[in-house]
């Protein structure tokens, strides 16, 4: 998912933090924080948008974006000294599951990439995209509503019995994501690694690897590498190393 970025939006401040700036409609969050970072914006604000008119998905699929789910976007300003810019999206994963986790403890799995599901179910979805030193983190959660009429299972918060507006659960996930990106920085990616390792999917499930290139592989997950790519045990005991790609649980 992402989250806005339309022509003309004017933004209001939050009178409670200051940090979350809010839309009432907008094209793509993370396409408005790419534009306000070429104006100098810093890291830490966060636009959120009541409605996203585009929102985006991974490899351009569209979001659908009815009112009462969050939609939102926050942006690194990547400095030398950082892990990979790529492995901001375990950062952003663990930060969304310990949100999540506030409302509905103990439900919420995160799937490579960087997916969140119950009981296999999709409640969230995450797109990161990067413009010289800023990277846009895009947000999508499904907070009141979920689709009923895709290729896979979703869910929502409300679904679970778990009733939370998106101005309370965004103040929850920026003061995680905020942790973590501090961790992210103060002690490596691994630590993030094995957060991200405690609230997924146990090692050994079996997962459907679909590559951009068209290539399916049918494999036990077996753990992440040092940057964050999915490591599948395949079934003639190699281990193939997914740097990109869809994921399904079989």
Do not use: C
Request: charged share 20%; proline share 5%.
């Amino acid at each position: 998912m992402d989250g806005g970025g339309g022509e003309g939006a004017v933004l209001i401040a939050d009178p409670r933090e200051g940090r979350v700036r809010t839309v009432a409609e907008t094209g793509s969050t993370n396409a408005d924080m790419i534009a306000l970072a070429a104006n100098g914006l810093e890291e830490g604000v966060w636009l959120r948008a009541e409605r996203q008119t585009v929102g985006r998905g991974r490899q351009g699929r569209a979001w659908v974006s009815p009112a009462g789910n969050l939609y939102a976007s926050t942006l690194v300003r990547v400095r030398p000294s950082d892990p990979p810019a790529a492995t901001l999206a375990l950062v952003a994963a663990v930060a969304l599951q310990e949100a999540v986790s506030a409302y509905l403890p103990g439900l919420a799995a995160i799937k490579w990439p960087n997916d969140l599901l119950i009981d296999g179910a999709k409640l969230s979805g995450i797109l990161l995209e990067r413009a010289g030193t800023a990277v846009a983190v895009g947000i999508g959660v499904n907070l009141a509503h979920h689709p009923d009429d895709t290729d896979r299972l979703a869910t929502s918060l409300a679904a679970q019995g778990a009733a939370v507006g998106p101005a309370d659960f965004i103040e929850t996930l920026a003061d995680a994501f905020a942790r973590w990106v501090e961790r992210w920085r103060g002690e490596g990616i691994d630590v993030v690694r094995r957060r991200w390792m405690e609230r997924a999917h146990p090692s050994g499930t079996p997962l459907t690897a679909r590559l951009p290139d068209g290539a399916v592989f049918d494999g036990l997950f077996e753990a992440l590498d040092v940057e964050g790519a999915l490591i599948l045990r395949l079934a003639d005991g190699t281990r193939r190393v997914i740097h990109a790609g869809d994921v399904f649980l079989l």
